[in-house]
């Protein structure tokens, strides 16, 4: 089956500009998670959505940060204002959740390049 | 709160080479850990994982036991390939509302012919 899939798989953008990146999850899997990862640096925790509710924002860096899932299946995650701090790679990842830990798939994620 | 230490990189070695990558961790509650690995242009994936003190993860050869005692889940394998030269992250998870995982920074490993 389809694994994890995340739009575009790079954008360049100018400062001050409005990004939208998007995530497609594994059919079914109700747990939808955002990382960065910033060069030289590991991942970092964005934001978790349980189907279309977000319990835990607390990763996101900034009030420009913001992200909403639909369906329970695609989410978006949209950086307004754009700066050269967000560059980084936007990974996106999902899991099943019954109880305890479910294993996260993750997409190839969108590098963002912010001039 | 949560953090994953891994030794600095990056590690060359020789095929057939001894592999041990080191990682620490600090955690409020009950971790269980994971080793992630990401190939030369696909995304990152589940390497091994261990769940409880003293349990061993395993696969591809790779294995990492979870110390609680000295809070590690160091990265091990016998005999390197070439097909191993990838990017590797420790991380943790604490069972909760999310399973969040915390990463370590990575390390980049290249095996030589």
């Known amino acids: 089956g389809a694994g994890v899939s995340q739009s575009p798989s790079n954008k360049v953008t100018e400062k001050g500009k409005d990004v939208e990146l998007r995530c497609d999850p594994i059919s079914g899997h109700t747990a939808l998670y955002w990382y960065r990862q910033r060069l030289g640096q590991g991942l970092e925790f964005l934001i978790y959505f349980q189907g279309n509710s977000a319990p835990d924002k607390s990763g996101l860096p900034s009030d420009r940060f913001s992200a909403e899932r639909t369906g329970e299946s695609v989410s978006t995650l949209t950086i307004q204002r754009t700066q050269q701090e967000d560059s980084a790679v936007y990974l996106c990842?999902?899991?099943?959740?019954?109880?305890?830990?479910?294993?996260?798939?993750f997409g190839p994620g969108t590098r963002l390049t912010v001039l | 709160g949560n953090s994953v230490t891994q030794m600095e990189g990056p590690v060359t070695l020789s095929e057939e080479a001894f592999l041990t990558i080191n990682c620490t961790y600090t955690a409020t509650g009950y971790p269980s850990l994971f080793w992630y690995v990401q190939y030369p242009g696909e995304g990152l994936q589940l390497l091994l994982k261990?769940?409880?003190?003293?349990d061993k993860g395993s696969n591809k050869g790779f294995e990492a036991t979870y110390r609680k005692e000295t809070t590690s889940f160091h990265l091990e394998k016998g005999s390197v390939q070439v097909s191993d030269s990838a990017v590797y992250f420790c991380?943790?998870?604490?069972?909760?509302?999310?399973?969040?995982?915390?990463f370590g920074k990575g390390i980049t490993l290249s095996v030589r012919p």
């Open positions: 261990a769940t409880k003190a003293d």
């Open positions: 990842a999902s899991s099943q959740r019954t109880s305890g830990y479910n294993e996260q798939f």
């Open positions: 991380a943790l998870s604490v069972s909760g509302a999310n399973s969040k995982l915390t």
